[in-house]
């Protein structure tokens, strides 16, 4: 998830949200090593509630056309973006009508499992499995006040599994089906030498 200062990004026909972290020093991010992420220490139940609180917000901000409430359930980051951006942003949802609703009660599968980032944001991504589409998942929390707060959100929908191609593949040509002439001795002189000496 790319991080857009000031602003919330959409494309590739997903949506997504996340401003850029205020005061990042550039020159020293470039000389420092840079830091792998760490598992994050959260339990199922948490990931479950970040996640499924998370896009239930979306989902009901999308319904209502009101982005207030999860402008106000956000990092103050992602706060930096009014109602109305966030309108902007989540447009397309709206006009197709999707229905996140079904978060409620299906399973997430985790792509990628709760880490924390060297910049301390908790990131982790997955998808909805569900029928005809699956909705796809990437969410990223700053710590605030001792709670993770959204900062960035991306939600698209894909294939549920894989699919045929539309195109029906060319029949096998087909092998020559002619037998053989059987061995004869003229393509084993040895053993035609032995069978006539017996």
Same mark, same amino acid.
């Given at each position: 998830?790319?991080?857009?200062? =000031?602003?919330?990004?959409? +494309?590739?026909?997903?949506?997504?949200?996340?401003?850029?972290?205020?005061?990042?020093?550039?020159?020293?991010?470039?000389?420092?090593?840079?830091?792998?992420?760490?598992?994050?220490?959260?339990?199922?139940?948490?990931? &479950?509630?970040?996640?499924? @609180?998370? &896009?239930?917000? &979306?989902?009901?901000?999308?319904?209502? *056309?009101?982005?207030?409430?999860?402008?106000?359930? +956000?990092?103050? =980051?992602?706060?930096?973006?009014?109602?109305?951006?966030?309108?902007?942003?989540?447009?397309?949802?709206?006009?197709?009508?999707?229905?996140? *609703? *079904?978060?409620?009660?299906?399973? %997430?599968?985790? @792509?990628?499992? %709760?880490?924390?980032?060297?910049?301390?944001?908790?990131?982790?991504? +997955?998808?909805?499995?569900?029928? %005809?589409?699956?909705?796809?998942?990437?969410? &990223?929390?700053?710590?605030?006040?001792?709670?993770?707060?959204?900062? =960035?959100?991306?939600?698209?929908?894909?294939?549920? *599994?894989?699919?045929?191609?539309?195109?029906?593949p060319e029949p096998p040509k087909p092998v020559a089906t002619e037998i053989p002439d059987p061995p004869t001795p003229k393509v084993n002189p040895r053993r035609a030498?032995?069978?006539?000496?017996?």
């Open positions: 998830m790319q991080n857009v200062a =000031g602003s919330l990004r959409a +494309g590739d026909g997903r949506s997504a949200a996340s401003p850029a972290c205020p005061g990042a020093n550039v020159e020293t991010q470039k000389s420092a090593k840079p830091q792998a992420p760490k598992p994050a220490n959260i339990d199922r139940n948490g990931v &479950l509630i970040l996640v499924r @609180t998370s &896009l239930l917000a &979306l989902d009901q901000a999308n319904k209502t *056309g009101n982005y207030t409430v999860l402008r106000d359930l +956000g990092a103050p =980051g992602f706060q930096a973006n009014n109602a109305a951006k966030l309108a902007e942003i989540f447009a397309g949802h709206r006009n197709d009508g999707i229905d996140l *609703g *079904g978060v409620a009660v299906l399973e %997430p599968h985790l @792509t990628l499992l %709760p880490q924390i980032e060297p910049n301390g944001m908790l990131h982790m991504a +997955g998808f909805f499995p569900s029928v %005809p589409m699956q909705v796809n998942f990437e969410l &990223l929390f700053a710590p605030v006040e001792r709670q993770w707060k959204v900062f =960035g959100i991306s939600v698209a929908l894909g294939k549920a *599994g894989p699919e045929a191609p539309a195109t029906e030498a032995e069978q006539a000496g017996k």
